[in-house]
């Protein structure tokens, strides 16, 4: 059969399959020769098999911030998660209520906190936050026009965001025993069944089951679109009622301006089903426990969460030791305050502190303590274990010389 004849048999059959009310979008598309490949991955989608097409998705009310530059009247360039709501109101509802819709207007509060932060200096924070914009974008998971679910259970759809300097929990997992596992493996397991199926309560009919979790597993247990995480960029708030370890918590977020009695804030309620894992790893994934469980026992799980919690709670007491000897140098009046608080992660170094000392703590509040917390969550052996305290311990090792010297400075002056 000749190509072009191909061609125009695989046309025909676009045009066959697209609803009267999206005939003209198609046309037009063809003829103008626009995002061909866009309607070819539509054509292949579910969406299409059940006659959703793209005057359902770009005529639909929600508003967005990006002008289309298309003539026809009403035409949506991004599609926001309201319009997917209306055929999906239960995933949409607890988009809304996750982080990741709040995504937006983090940065926006962000540049308008700290001057520092200007918007050409966080352009590049677009790229990802953007999936908060606009009522939020599903299609930053469900890429478009193929919106497939088993895209984005695997792993590869969170990299894009979750990797690099600020934010290395790709990296993490990566390295860690899991990220290999699924590195040798994941490319031949079957992700096309929800997550409950796959983890914690397989069903029979999974022939190539996944070995190992992934990001979904733990962080949309059961489906859930919430994409629930530990509250807050400082990753504070795992004392429970410890009170030795409150106090630190309580110093540390008194230093950088948080409330120091802010509520620990999970995005659903516990599983009275599971065994108690400490509390508050329980209340921020109420599933984890038993989707652990659905490799190794309910023991090991808790064990390690344990451990887990064990390792966050010294480091959270190294921190909070340099916070108290910067605190003191402050209230004797021998360096000088913040003209600003970080508002969040300062990994770009915009934000000046005052001080070259207070410029080390916030490193190791902000940067090393974070990637040290998520690297023991997500199992790498570098952040985890090796670097991660390495990196903790030499920021109180020069905060503690450089506050001896600041001391024996003043002292001196005074005399």
């Keep these: 059969m000749a190509i072009a004849t191909i061609v125009v048999l695989a046309a025909a059959q676009l045009v066959a399959a697209v609803p009267e009310a999206s ?15 866009s309607m070819e991955t539509w054509r292949t989608s579910r969406h299409a098999a059940v006659g959703v097409a793209c005057a359902d998705c770009h005529l639909a009310p929600g508003a967005d911030d990006l002008a289309s530059l298309c003539p026809a009247p009403g035409v949506h360039r991004e599609v926001a998660a309201p319009a ?3 055929c999906h109101p239960e995933q949409a509802e607890q988009f809304a209520s996750g982080r990741h819709a709040r ?15 200007t918007t050409s200096a966080t352009r590049g924070c677009e790229l990802c936050h953007r999936i908060g914009a606009s009522g939020g974008r599903c299609d930053y998971c469900h890429t478009r026009h193929a919106f497939a679910p088993a895209e984005a259970r695997r792993p590869e759809s969170c990299r894009p965001c979750h990797q690099g300097a600020n934010h290395p929990e790709w990296e993490m997992f990566s390295l860690s025993r899991h990220g290999s596992l699924y590195t040798i493996e994941g490319g031949h397991w079957d992700w096309s069944h929800p997550i409950e199926a796959l983890y914690g309560g397989r069903e029979p009919s999974v022939e190539h089951p996944p070995r190992v979790p992934v990001c979904a597993t733990c962080h949309m247990a059961r489906g859930r679109h919430q994409v629930p995480s530990v509250d807050g960029p400082t990753m504070l708030g795992f004392a429970g009622d410890d009170p030795g370890w409150r106090a630190d918590e309580t110093a540390i977020r008194r230093h950088f301006g948080l409330d120091p009695l802010a509520a620990y804030t999970p995005n659903s309620e516990p599983r009275t089903t599971d065994a108690a894992p400490p509390a508050p790893l329980a209340r921020a994934f109420p599933d984890l426990l038993s989707t652990c469980g659905g490799c190794h026992t309910r023991s090991f799980a ?6 887990w919690q064990q390792d966050v709670r010294e480091a959270d007491r190294l921190t909070a030791e340099a916070v108290r000897l910067v605190d003191g140098l402050l209230a004797d009046r021998l360096i000088a305050a913040a003209k600003e608080l970080p508002h969040s992660i300062d990994e770009l170094d915009l934000v000046e502190p005052a001080a070259s000392i207070e410029t080390r703590l916030w490193r190791m509040v902000l940067v090393d303590r974070v990637r040290l917390v998520l690297g023991i969550f997500h199992q790498d052996p570098d952040y985890g274990r090796q670097q991660g305290w390495s990196d903790l311990r030499a920021d109180l090792d020069a905060i503690t010389e450089e506050a001896a010297r600041v001391r024996a400075a003043g002292a001196a002056t005074a005399r």
């Design 84 to 86: 997917c709501g209306r």
């Design 103 to 117: 995504a937006w207007t983090a940065l926006l509060r962000v540049r308008e906190e700290i001057p520092a932060l």
């Design 23 to 37: 005939k003209v979008c198609v046309d037009c598309h063809r003829r103008e020769r626009i995002a061909a490949t």
């Design 302 to 307: 808790a064990a390690q969460m344990t451990a």
